[in-house]
């Protein structure tokens, strides 16, 4: 039987309408979620997602502004402006957008974000509350994933969660998510030997490998919950997922497509996480 496609956009634009009562209420008590997305450099893929952003903000009517800098700006500079945003009062999430140039250090930037405007959930504080199960700003594709398993009511707790690739950005906190949820995680990376000996064994497969066409139907276990993470752009110009969804829809329980799967969500993770930073965290 032919798996249930979950539709991220759909999804997405169910959220998005509710974020944009929350954001409507937050406004009437004098509180407008304010985001601030930094873009250091021309890469046109980093402009394409930051325009993303301010596109969603403005739909749920969360105010943002794009910081765009060149190419040259120095480290210095950077975490300079990072501790003007740090201390501005309006300013309640803020992003800067990776890849950064390489004369950059990325992890000097991402700890100097104040935790309480890391709407990324990137800071080691943030991932340090993750890991301890306290609220914090969850990272946004991995909190975008467990939303849209829990969309689908699909069962987490006991399950055989395999996931390939191990980013700091994907792999690693989607891993401790499901972990949080009571799954058994396995994480297989690279380097892994027989490969297919651990996604045939996965009740819920999470595919972040960068590379289209990894997986295939002889990969996955009969009924397997399919979630992929690639957004890859092939020879002819379209996009793809790492996953070979024709194949893979056949033999799948629930499976995500590219696109309109993932990738919306991990925008609107980002919106929710801008509304929770305005609204403060629990302790
Ligand atoms: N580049 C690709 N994905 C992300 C993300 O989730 N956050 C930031 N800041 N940069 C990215």
Same mark, same amino acid.
């Given at each position: ?147 849209m398993l829990k969309s689908r009511d699909i069962q987490i707790e006991g399950r055989h969660a395999v996931i390939i690739g191990r980013s700091n950005i994907v792999g690693k906190p989607v891993g401790q998510l499901l972990l949080n949820e009571n799954a058994t995680v396995t994480y297989c990376h690279s380097r892994t030997k027989g490969l297919q000996s651990f996604t045939k064994n996965a009740d819920i497969l999470i595919v972040a490998v960068g590379k289209a066409n990894a997986i295939h139907a002889e990969d996955? %276990? &009969?009924? /397997?919950?399919? !979630? ?5 752009? #092939?020879?002819?110009? $379209?996009? =793809? ?7 893979? %829809? &056949?033999? /799948?329980?629930? !499976? ?5 799967? #993932?990738?919306?969500? $991990?925008? =609107? ?15």
């Amino acid at each position: 039987m032919s798996a249930e496609v979950i539709n991220g956009k759909e999804l997405a634009a169910e959220l998005k309408l509710a974020m944009k009562e929350e954001v409507s209420e937050l406004k009437e008590k004098g509180l407008t979620p304010h985001l601030t997305v930094v873009l250091v450099g021309d890469d046109p893929a980093s402009k394409s997602y930051v325009n993303g952003k301010k596109k969603a903000s403005k739909e749920t009517g969360i105010s943002s502004d794009i910081i765009e800098l060149p190419t040259s700006t120095t480290e210095t500079e950077l975490l300079q402006l990072i501790d003007k945003l740090n201390h501005d009062q309006a300013i309640h999430g803020i992003l800067v957008q990776l890849p950064l140039p390489e004369h950059i250090k990325e992890q000097s930037v991402i700890e100097a974000i104040d935790p309480q405007k890391d709407v990324d959930g990137f800071h080691p504080i943030n991932i340090g509350r993750m890991m301890a199960g306290k609220d914090t700003f969850l990272p946004c594709t991995p909190f975008g994933i467990i939303t849209m398993l829990k969309s689908r009511d699909i069962q987490i707790e006991g399950r055989h969660a395999v996931i390939i690739g191990r980013s700091n950005i994907v792999g690693k906190p989607v891993g401790q998510l499901l972990l949080n949820e009571n799954a058994t995680v396995t994480y297989c990376h690279s380097r892994t030997k027989g490969l297919q000996s651990f996604t045939k064994n996965a009740d819920i497969l999470i595919v972040a490998v960068g590379k289209a066409n990894a997986i295939h139907a002889e990969d996955i %276990k &009969e009924d /397997a919950v399919v !979630i992929d993470v690639g957004i890859n752009r #092939v020879e002819d110009g $379209t996009l =793809t997922g790492d996953v070979d969804f024709e194949q893979a %829809k &056949e033999k /799948a329980s629930y !499976i995500t497509p590219v696109p309109r799967g #993932v990738g919306p969500m $991990t925008i =609107t993770m980002l919106l929710k996480n801008t509304i929770k930073a305005a609204k403060g965290l629990e302790n």
